[in-house]
């Protein structure tokens, strides 16, 4: 059973152009969550989703940044007109549940954006 | 609001020694969730321990342990027998059992094991 994958592994873009970063929660998960780590600081909740539905994005920038998780595919999390300040790790973790007890969730190697 | 404390940003130990790190949390929830994860260099999060706030006894998962102590809602990691391969930022991280289920991070503590 492959665990989360992301991709791509390293992303540069230049200010002012687009990022999307990919995300393939494991076999049976249905549930998303992004996480942003600045460089020296601890990851911070972006947003959570369910297929095809964002169900909690309390921690995404109001402007520029925008997830998904369509029926068929990845979860996508995109940043438009990038600015340097995006320049961090992006985890992307996964979870076979949302409700209930313990919900561990998988995480994926990350995603580094370096913003030019 | 949920919040996760970690007061020591670096710490040493000398190979084959145990060492605790820190973390304290505060959450107005009786159901919640504790985790400790490490970061190595490479840049994953590796899953070490869980805890529960309804577990009566310590979690422990090989040479990692967890000293659940909830009046003082601290959730303290132990490494027993350190290894040059613990080098790595640890991250203490708590969810509730309700909501969205999200992680609440602490800032991390690197720790360095010496020869």
């Known amino acids: 059973n492959a665990g989360v994958m992301q991709n791509p592994r390293h992303l540069v873009r230049r200010r002012g152009q687009e990022a999307r970063l990919r995300c393939s929660p494991m076999k049976g998960h249905s549930h998303v969550y992004w996480y942003r780590q600045l460089p020296e600081e601890g990851l911070k909740f972006m947003v959570y989703l369910q297929k095809e539905n964002i169900i909690d994005e309390s921690g995404m920038p109001k402007e520029r940044f925008s997830a998904e998780f369509p029926k068929e595919g990845p979860s996508i999390l995109r940043i438009q007109q990038v600015v340097r300040g995006d320049s961090a790790a992006y985890f992307c973790?996964?979870?076979?549940?949302?409700?209930?007890?313990?919900?561990?969730?998988?995480f994926g190697p990350g995603t580094r954006l370096t913003v030019l | 609001a949920q919040k996760i404390t970690q007061t020591q940003p670096g710490m040493f130990v000398q190979e084959k020694e145990a060492v605790t790190l820190d973390c304290t949390y505060d959450t107005s929830d009786q159901s919640y969730g504790l985790f400790w994860y490490k970061q190595p260099s490479s840049g994953e999060m590796i899953f070490l321990i869980y805890?529960?706030?309804?577990?009566?006894q310590n979690a422990t998962e090989g040479r990692y342990s967890l000293n659940f102590q909830k009046a003082r809602k601290s959730a303290n990691l132990v490494i027993s027998a350190s290894q040059l391969g613990d080098s790595a930022m640890y991250f203490c991280?708590?969810?509730?059992?309700?909501?969205?289920?999200?992680?609440?991070f602490g800032t991390g503590t690197r720790l360095k094991v010496l020869a």
């Open positions: 973790a996964s979870s076979p549940k949302g409700t209930g007890q313990v919900n561990e969730q998988f």
């Open positions: 805890q529960g706030s309804y577990d009566e």
């Open positions: 991280a708590m969810t509730l059992t309700s909501g969205t289920y999200k992680y609440i």
